[in-house]
Nanobody, 122 residues
Framework: QVQLSESGGGLVQAGGSLRLSCAAS????????MGWFRQAPGKEREFVATISWTGSTYYADSVKGRFTISRDNAKNTLYLQMNSLKPEDTAVYYC????????????????WGQGTQVTVSS
């Protein structure tokens, strides 16, 4: 179990950039696989990006080349750098964590943050 808290969301114009942060509690952040998901109004939650505890990354096709997932283990923080934002990126973004004992890419994350709203205007 790990507590997660997202921040950095807001309103941005199409083509702009935002950096989301996810702060994790505890002393074992470096041993967790991490991920970003999003949920748009009226739609199901969808996968965005994930990073393993060893640094491997994987992205959804919809964000490849625009988003970058990274982590700073010294700060217990996960990041999502979002560039070239589109109106269809508008959603609540959630970070998630799962112990390294699970295989990667992780399909079932055990810990979730409360989310941060990202709105991209046209």
């Amino acid at each position: 179990q790990v507590q997660l808290s997202e921040s950095g969301g807001g309103l941005v114009q199409a083509g702009g950039s935002l950096r989301l942060s996810c702060a994790a509690s505890g002393r074992t952040f470096s041993t967790y696989h991490m991920g970003w998901f999003r949920q748009a109004p009226g739609k199901e939650r969808e996968f965005v990006a994930t990073i393993s505890w060893t640094g491997s990354t994987y992205y959804a096709d919809s964000v490849k080349g625009r988003f970058t997932i990274s982590r700073d283990n010294a700060k217990n923080t996960l990041y999502l750098q979002m560039n070239s934002l589109k109106p269809e990126d508008t959603a609540v973004y959630y970070c998630a964590a799962e112990t390294y004992r699970s295989s990667w890419p992780v399909t079932d994350f055990g810990s979730w943050g409360q989310g941060t709203q990202v709105t991209v205007s046209s």
